[in-house]
């Protein structure tokens, strides 16, 4: 599955971005859905996944009510609402697919196989 994330932008502290991530290709409800974000200099950080039906979700705690990620299989695209928005909330975010057969819970960057190119997201203060 190829991914494609869009929907980055500049928004001040205490805003709202919703990120969207569009998939072609097949199976793709077959996919747990990742979201992660990378800050200059740092590693990938884990932000919410959620299962192949969208039944399951689960967050970091850094980000945890204060996003939401949802998906819509019959459009092929997984979504990333985020409000509340904090200037260390700025980095790239990625969105990222693993077949179901991997462990949903597992957090790790690694056990994602597929990864879109990240928008930008930059939060004001």
């Known amino acids: 599955v190829q991914l494609q994330a869009s929907g980055g932008g500049l928004v001040q502290t205490g805003g709202s971005l919703r990120l969207s991530c569009a998939a072609s290709g097949r199976a793709f409800s077959s996919y747990t859905m990742g979201w992660f974000r990378q800050a200059p200099g740092k590693e990938h950080e884990f932000v919410a996944a959620i299962s192949w039906s969208g039944g399951a979700t689960y967050y970091a705690g850094s980000v945890k009510g204060r996003v939401a990620v949802s998906r819509d299989n019959a459009k092929k695209t997984v979504y990333l609402q985020m409000n509340s928005l904090k200037p260390e909330d700025t980095a790239v975010y990625y969105c990222?697919?693993?077949?179901?057969?991997?462990?949903?819970?597992?957090?790790?960057?690694?056990?994602?196989?597929?990864w879109g190119q990240g928008t930008l997201v930059t939060v004001s203060s």
């Open positions: 990222a697919a693993k077949p179901i057969n991997k462990a949903f819970s597992d957090r790790n960057a690694a056990s994602y196989d597929n």
